[in-house]
């Protein structure tokens, strides 16, 4: 490993390692793990929270709820009045993700559970009217949800994609497996659109995000 490799290594292990998670957290990532969910890093969630409070965040949508590890780190950067609307098509995901929140004690009117295939529910979702969108759903179908949420967006929202780097192949110009190429078509959706400010981050493993202007 370069020493540049190596110092990026050891700063991303500082990052996941700062951020202690409450008891909620600890008991729904083992929810996670059993079902085979696999659930954003701490760092990666601190920094959802931290993006979701400096967007003013008020209605969020996730695409890809798992049993709601990134839900209680985004409900953590919304105010109190906040609603998340998180889809999943996976019924035994979204029981899992209600102990969750239950476990939290997050109020059943912060959350709304649309058991359902995302690429259908997204598009009943209206136009510019929603602060944040969480991507965090079927790595193939990144294209269409980012399509999606830069239609639901307001004015002034942020798109977020998790695992923008396709697990790190993106970076791999002879990587041409069909995750790869659907992480790169979604990035260049967004790259492409003037109304966007994107920046790539390098947290667990990378968030693209994006304001709309
Ligand atoms: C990586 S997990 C989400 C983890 C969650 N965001 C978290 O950090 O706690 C991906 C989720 O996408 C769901 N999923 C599967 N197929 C999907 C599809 N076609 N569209 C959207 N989500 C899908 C899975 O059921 C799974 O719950």
Known sequence: MSDTAAAAASLSEYAEA????????????????????????????????LLARVA??????????????????????????????????????????????????????RTRLINGAPTDVLTRLADET??????DGAPLSYPLFVTEAIRILRPGGLVVVNNASADGTIADREADDPRTLAAREAASIIAEDDRLLPAVIPVGTGLLAAAKA
């Open 18 to 49: 700062a951020i202690i998670e409450d008891e909620a957290l600890i008991e729904a990532r083992m929810r996670a793990e059993e079902l085979g969910a696999t659930a954003i890093s701490p760092a990666t969630g601190a920094l959802l929270s």
């Open 56 to 109: 003013g965040s008020t209605h969020v949508v996730e695409i890809g709820t798992g049993v709601g590890v990134s839900g209680l780190w985004l409900l953590a950067g919304m105010p109190e009045n906040g609603v998340l609307t998180t889809i999943d098509p996976e019924p035994e995901h979204h029981r899992a993700a209600r102990e969750t929140f239950a476990d939290a004690h997050i109020g059943p009117g």
């Open 130 to 135: 929603y602060d944040l969108v969480f991507v």
